[in-house]
Every structure is written in C-alpha cells, then in structure tokens.
C-alpha cells in the first residue's frame, strides 16, 4: 500500500518550453501532496504544499509562476515548470500524506533542460 | 528555523557489520521521527518510524530508538548487506505535516 507514481521519469525539453510532471497517488487518497526538487548529492528541498481544491503553499524563494502546481482530485497533482531554463534542470520528487505526518514518496522525475 | 543534524555524513562498513546513524532534534514538542533510504536515481522510501511514545522499534534488521532526554534517535542496520548502501534522511517533521531535510547520512557497505 501507500504507492505514489511521477510521470514522466524523466524528461529534455528544449530552454523556454514548458514541461508538467504528474504526481498520482495510486491506492489512497491523498490529503496533501508536497513537490520537492534535489540537485546532485544534495538534500531534498521543499517547494510547495499542495491540497485538493485550494492553492498551493509555496516555501519562501520558489517563484509560483514558474513552477505552477494543480491538485485537481485527491488521487493527482501536477507540477509545471513553465519556460524551463537549463537552471531548472533537476531531479524533482514528489509526496503524499493520508493522515498523520508519514510522507509516501514517488519515484521522481528528472528533468533536463537544453 | 529549528534543525535535525545527522550523524555521520558519510559511513562506510564492511559487509556484515553493523551501521548506526544518530540524529538529534531540538523542538521539544516534535512527536515523529522518520527513517528514509534513498537509493541512486529514486525516491525516498520510508524503512522505519517512531512516535515519541515508544522508545524503540524493530523491524528484522532495522531499528531505531528514540531517547527523549537527549533529543536524539538512531537508526541501527545489523547484519549490512551491499544493497543496504544508500542515503539515509530522518527528516525534520513539523506541525504543519511538512518535512525539512538534512544533509542525510550516506552509507557504504562494502563487500
């Protein structure tokens, strides 16, 4: 149980496209769902807090028109990285929580901009 | 903000051997403590957590125990095998359910 799932794993795009990763929940309805991104040999970062049917949270310094995030149902968020620069090429992760505080990670997507 | 150190940042252990990973807290009122393995290229997969009720876990052979005094809890891998090679996070939990990352912890075992 608790499995989440990215798609795509990974994805090259061309500088100034946009690119949406999705994040599914597959066996549980998630009550909030979070997006992180992680350079090489680094930690994970949070971006943004995502509920079902409200805006997302975003940490301090993630710019909410570059990265814009959809949580349409409580099985399903997606994350836009919208006109990618090389600079956003990273490995982005995403979560999910039922209740409590566990956290169900997916897979990941990597992302890299030419 | 208050933070989770981990230590070490990097741990290497012969094949059989046993691998003990300590981070410590300082927000009193934390009451979740989480263990996750990241291998290369995937997620991180949640092995083991305890609840501030409760002073040790076990799972074959994954453990973690928590001391409240010290603000600290362990994670302990006996019997280390090749594949448990992998970074491992016990990541800051809040009271808004998000999670702060360290630096994390990352362990070789080596054949």
């Known amino acids: 149980g608790a499995v989440v799932s990215q798609h795509p794993s990974r994805v090259i795009c061309k500088s100034g496209t946009s690119v949406k990763i999705e994040c599914r929940s597959l066996?549980?309805?998630?009550?909030?769902m979070f997006w992180y991104r992680q350079f090489p040999k680094q930690s994970l970062m949070l971006m943004a807090t995502s509920n079902e049917g409200s805006k997302a949270t975003y940490e301090q310094g993630v710019e909410k028109d570059k990265f814009l995030i959809n949580h349409a149902s409580l099985t399903l968020s997606t994350l836009t990285v919208t006109s990618a620069h090389p600079e956003d090429s990273s490995f982005y992760i995403c979560?999910?929580?039922?209740?409590?505080?566990?956290?169900?990670f997916g897979p990941g997507t990597r992302l890299l901009v030419l | 903000g208050e933070n989770v150190e981990q230590h070490p940042s990097t741990l290497s252990v012969q094949e059989g051997d046993s691998a003990v990973i300590k981070c410590t807290y300082s927000?009193?009122?934390?009451?979740?403590f989480p263990w996750y393995k990241q291998e290369l290229g995937k997620g991180p997969q949640l092995i083991i957590d305890?609840?501030?009720?409760?002073g040790e876990k076990k799972d074959q052979r994954i453990a973690v125990t928590l001391n409240k005094t010290a603000k600290h809890f362990s994670l302990h891998i006996t019997e280390t095998q090749p594949e448990d090679s992998a970074v491992y996070f016990c990541?800051?939990?809040?009271?808004?359910?998000?999670?702060?990352f360290g630096t994390g912890t990352r362990l070789k075992v080596l054949a």
């Open positions: 305890i609840r501030s009720n409760v």
């Open positions: 927000d009193s009122a934390s009451n979740y």
């Open positions: 066996d549980f309805q998630a009550t909030t």
């Open positions: 990541p800051r939990t809040t009271g808004t359910y998000k999670y702060i």
């Open positions: 979560s999910a929580r039922v209740d409590g505080q566990t956290q169900y």
